[in-house]
């Protein structure tokens, strides 16, 4: 299967992010190495509008055929636009058409290899239009408040039940943001991420980090370093 990292050049909550030194790599490079080291992807194609970037990306051994076009990397761009503008140049350059790929965000430094080839799997096994990547969430949304304009802490939803214990709150999860598989014509038709044939693959908290602020890249640093420590 064919991996796509998307990694444009701004970030406002983090600038330069995607390149940015994590435990002595530029944070793109872990994405790329868990691509690489997975037995299910074939190719593994960086979408940047960044020279920089790309030539990173190129030196850890990801292909970058094209630059993506400046309206597909504004901060109000749509990622789903961008995945079916470069499946579809690419398939402009193939003889075999694309019809499944795998999008892996570079702000995931902590998935492996393994999530990469199970989710994969997953998507196979149950015929699947989507896979997406979720942990448990750590908290029920019942738990959720709001601030009224009178600046009272009021639910966030109208419906809550406040005697119930945790423990019989029904289980949530949350996209992690590090592994999307699609259908590539299914992807087209519904121009979005959900449908009746999208499953989850469940990943564990430790494995979930998504970098968007400088507290996520700290602790995506403390788990990476971690992590090394078990293997010497």
Not at 35 to 44: G, M
Not at 125 to 142: G, L
Request: hydrophobic share 40%; glycine share 4%; aromatic share 10%.
């Amino acid at each position: 299967m064919i991996a796509i990292i998307p990694a444009r050049g701004g970030s406002k909550g983090l600038p330069g992010k995607n390149i940015k030194e994590l435990a002595g790599y530029p944070l793109i490079y872990y994405t790329i190495k868990a691509a690489k080291e997975a037995n299910s992807i074939d190719r593994i194609i960086v979408s940047t509008d960044d020279k920089k970037i790309a030539d990173i990306a190129s030196n850890f051994g990801a292909e970058i055929p094209f630059l993506r076009p400046e309206e597909l990397a504004a901060d109000h761009s749509k990622a789903i636009d961008n995945y079916i503008y470069t499946v579809d140049r690419l398939n402009q350059t193939r003889t075999i058409a694309i019809d499944e790929f795998i999008v892996l965000q570079p702000t995931s430094p902590l998935r492996t290899s393994k999530d990469i080839d199970n989710a994969i799997e997953l998507f196979y096994k149950m015929k699947a239009e989507t896979v997406i990547s979720v942990v448990k969430a750590e908290h029920p949304p019942t738990w959720y408040k709001k601030i009224s304009p009178d600046g009272i802490l009021i639910d966030y939803y109208t419906s809550v039940d406040n005697s119930q214990n945790r423990q019989e709150e029904e289980v949530t999860f949350l996209p992690n943001g590090a592994i999307f598989v699609f259908n590539f014509n299914a992807l087209k038709k519904n121009c979005g991420y959900y449908n009746s044939k999208t499953y989850p693959y469940v990943m564990p908290q430790e494995n979930s980090v998504d970098i968007d602020t400088p507290i996520d890249f700290q602790l995506a640093e403390l788990l990476l370093k971690s992590k090394r420590n078990e293997l010497i």
